[in-house]
């Protein structure tokens, strides 16, 4: 995993990289900052991700702070291959009954050309997102 953020992202300077402790790439715990205003790179796991639209499933479970996602230039959700659901409506059966504080459906960049007619990538949220899918559990 470190390997493929490497040369993915050579330029990356503050990042974030937040994944359980059964991953083979595991943060240094210097690099869990507070100051999120700065990360140019969050690397997350994803709960599972939809093949209609792209979307992927996140809870707090697997983000040290709800905004991360959110805040940071450029996103990674890692996703296990295995956790693919086909459609959207797939997905909310698979969401329906589980318990938990926060979730929400990550499909990005966003795009908008309100302002002078001017697209704008990013506006709300990251400018890049990059879902990586592994062949194990992470």
Same mark, same amino acid.
């Given at each position: 995993? /470190?390997?493929?953020?490497?040369?993915?992202?050579?330029?990356?300077?503050?990042?974030?990289?937040?994944?359980?402790?059964?991953? %083979?790439?595991?943060? /240094?715990?210097? +690099?869990?900052? $507070?100051?999120?205003? +700065?990360?140019?790179?969050? #690397?997350?796991?994803? &709960?599972?991700? @939809?093949?209609? !639209?792209?979307? #992927?499933?996140? =809870?707090? $479970? /697997?983000?040290?702070?709800?905004?991360?996602?959110?805040?940071? %230039?450029?996103? @990674?959700?890692?996703?296990?291959?295995? %956790?693919? #659901?086909?459609?959207?409506?797939?997905?909310? &059966?698979?969401?329906?009954?589980? &318990?938990?504080?926060? *979730? =929400?459906?990550?499909?990005?960049? +966003? $795009? =908008?050309?309100?302002? %002078?007619?001017?697209?704008?990538?990013?506006?709300? *949220?990251?400018?890049?997102?990059?879902?990586?899918?592994? !062949? +194990?559990? @992470?």
């Amino acid at each position: 995993m /470190n390997a493929c953020i490497s040369d993915l992202f050579p330029d990356r300077k503050n990042e974030v990289i937040y994944l359980p402790k059964q991953a %083979e790439y595991q943060p /240094n715990p210097d +690099s869990l900052r $507070k100051d999120y205003a +700065s990360i140019d790179l969050a #690397v997350l796991k994803g &709960e599972f991700a @939809v093949a209609e !639209n792209g979307a #992927v499933w996140m =809870t707090e $479970k /697997n983000m040290p702070d709800r905004s991360l996602p959110f805040i940071c %230039e450029r996103l @990674v959700l890692v996703i296990d291959g295995a %956790e693919i #659901v086909p459609t959207l409506r797939q997905a909310y &059966e698979k969401i329906k009954n589980t &318990e938990y504080q926060f *979730g =929400t459906f990550i499909a990005g960049p +966003s $795009k =908008t050309a309100d302002i %002078e007619q001017s697209l704008v990538l990013g506006a709300q *949220g990251p400018k890049t997102l990059t879902v990586l899918l592994v !062949n +194990s559990k @992470v």
